[in-house]
């Protein structure tokens, strides 16, 4: 008489939910959720420069969501690929770059040459922290050391760009507030990963 499976069993296929198989039956791929994450932030890089801080808040988080999203769905649905872990990555340095320059080119626009410098460091010490830690797990090492992880650095754009340019609240702007703060952290994480390393 034969059994069903043992779910618990060394080399078991994991249960899923229904919802969960529903997803994986789609005929979609992570590679595409990667892409659409981009999408995203090119629509909000391109709001910032017309300075609708609000609605390129909300397409900056839909963006983010699916960067989120696609290394999730990788793992879930097993359709994952080296080239998809590859994109995801760099795809991720690509928004995060895009968006912090068209906030550098609205303060350049209105001649605000202090923050436009701010914004450009914060861009140059994002992609340092994403670097130090990769660099450093290429060399066999952990390099996920430091408080400024790209999550951390989303929620704080993400307030900076909803509550910017007085918009939903008159009289408050915290996008300028906001670089200032990614920026230091960009800074302060990458030493912390070069002096983790180091140690």
Not at 77 to 103: N, Q
Not at 138 to 167: F, N, T
Request: include cysteine; charge should be negative.
């Amino acid at each position: 008489m034969s059994t069903a499976p043992d779910p618990s069993a060394p080399g078991a296929a994991p249960s899923r939910t229904p919802f969960q198989q529903w997803l994986i039956d789609l005929p979609l791929t992570p590679n595409a959720i990667s892409l659409a994450g981009l999408i995203g932030n090119l629509v909000a890089a391109v709001l910032i420069w017309q300075e609708h801080f609000l609605l390129a808040g909300i397409a900056f988080i839909l963006g983010s969501v699916m960067d989120t999203l696609d290394g999730r769905y990788s793992r879930m649905s097993g359709k994952g690929t080296t080239f998809g872990a590859f994109l995801d990555s760099t795809l991720d340095r690509i928004e995060e770059g895009i968006v912090l320059v068209a906030v550098v080119m609205v303060y350049a626009k209105h001649g605000d040459d202090v923050n436009a410098g701010i914004a450009a460091l914060a861009a140059v010490s994002s992609l340092l922290v994403s670097y130090t830690r990769a660099r450093a797990e290429g060399l066999g090492l952990d390099g996920k050391a430091g408080v400024g992880s790209r999550a951390v650095r989303v929620v704080i754009l993400s307030v900076g760009l909803c509550l910017g340019g007085e918009e939903l609240i008159g009289g408050v702007d915290l996008l300028p507030a906001s670089i200032w703060v990614l920026a230091a952290l960009g800074v302060f994480t990458t030493a912390q990963r070069m002096w983790h390393v180091r140690s």
